[in-house]
């Protein structure tokens, strides 16, 4: 009994010295007002032309991001910055690529106000949401009253977007001392430790808490006109400042950085070695780095089970 006591005693210790944390097995939400989220969130009539979603450009059910360059909205016009993923988009500590939302409650009004996103405003979303009697049943249920408002739209996507979460990836039940990483997984997580990608993705998102240059080490890009931090601060030391990416689930999103220049991870953690780390990586240790970085996908969100 006591041995056992002491032994978990330990587990927890190590596992509480660990850089990255566990997604927790159960994030609280709101259920009814999820499932109406989850509806709109797949709904084009959130759109201009009726021709986009939020689901056209964050693919929930394999990554939650946008295998295109850019991504397309109404009309096929094209944004100017690669979609991110919205999966655990609610443990980022700010959201966009340049962090000019605060939390996910401000950051909706972005793409379905964008002229190249959903292009939408606030009263025809009204209009036409109180034309629909599955929706009007749906609201009332859930907020009560009679007229569907905007702010409850918004506030019924947001919902759902803090349910979109993955845990039980590899690597948590590893942190929760459950399984044991592969040789190759496990010498790919020392040396994300040891090479010092760790001081930029770390937490609980392994990333997502910090702003931070890319082209730490060697200038990327200088000529690039992406919206980045210097577009918000105006201050010209923040040019290709970003908010550092989830490495969640980071197997499926590609293409990957801000200007989706790298295809493949063994790509990208060509450019994150040399720019962010001066730093030029042997094969093997790309390899075992990959290995690593396979174990952070996670279960797909629970919501999407539910009918
Ligand atoms: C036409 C494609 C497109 C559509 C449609 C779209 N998005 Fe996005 N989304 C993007 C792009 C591109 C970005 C990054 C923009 C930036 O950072 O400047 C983004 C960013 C986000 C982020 C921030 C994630 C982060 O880590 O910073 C969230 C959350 C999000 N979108 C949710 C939504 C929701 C909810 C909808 C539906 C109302 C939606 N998006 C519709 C392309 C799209
Ligand atoms: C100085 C901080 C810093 C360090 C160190 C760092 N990164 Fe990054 N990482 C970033 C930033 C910022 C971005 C976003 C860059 C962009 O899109 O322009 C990023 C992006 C990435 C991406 C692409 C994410 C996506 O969704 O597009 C991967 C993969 C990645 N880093 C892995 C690593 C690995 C592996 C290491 C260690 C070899 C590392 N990073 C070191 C800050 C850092």
Not at 37 to 50: A, E, H, P
């Amino acid at each position: 009994m006591k041995k056992t006591f002491l032994l978990h005693l330990i587990i927890l210790s190590l596992y509480a010295a660990e850089p990255i944390s566990p997604i927790p097995l159960d994030v609280e939400v709101d259920l009814p007002k999820a499932n109406l989220g989850k509806k709109l969130f797949f709904d084009t009539i959130l759109s201009r032309d009726n021709s986009t979603s939020c689901f056209s450009c964050h693919n929930i059910y394999d990554g939650g991001a946008d295998s295109n360059i850019v991504s397309v909205g109404v009309k096929d016009k094209k944004g100017n910055i690669q979609s991110p993923t919205v999966l655990n988009s609610r443990y980022n500590f700010k959201q966009f690529w340049n962090g000019r939302a605060r939390d996910l409650g401000e950051q909706i009004h972005g793409p379905i106000q964008n002229p190249v996103e959903h292009d939408m405003d606030a009263e025809t979303i009204e209009m036409r949401i109180n034309k629909i009697d599955e929706y009007k049943k749906m609201f009332k249920e859930v907020y009560g009253g009679r007229h569907i408002t905007y702010a409850q739209v918004i506030d019924a996507i947001v919902e759902f977007e803090n349910a979109l979460v993955t845990p039980n990836a590899k690597f948590d039940k590893f942190l929760r001392g459950e399984i044991e990483l592969s040789k190759n997984e496990k010498e790919g997580y020392v040396l994300f430790k040891k090479n010092g990608c760790i001081t930029c993705h770390n937490g609980i998102n392994i990333g997502g808490n910090s702003f931070q240059k890319m082209g730490t080490f060697q200038e990327y890009n200088e000529d690039s006109d992406f919206p980045d931090r210097s577009k918000i601060t105006a201050n010209p030391d923040h040019k290709n400042v970003f908010k550092v990416p989830t490495l969640r689930n980071i197997n499926k999103t590609a293409p990957y950085f801000h200007d989706a220049s790298a295809k493949t991870l063994k790509d990208a953690l060509g450019v994150m070695s040399k720019h962010n780390l001066g730093i030029i990586l042997k094969d093997h240790e790309v390899e075992d780095m990959i290995a690593f970085l396979k174990t952070l996908d996670g279960e797909l969100p629970k919501i999407l089970d539910i009918k």
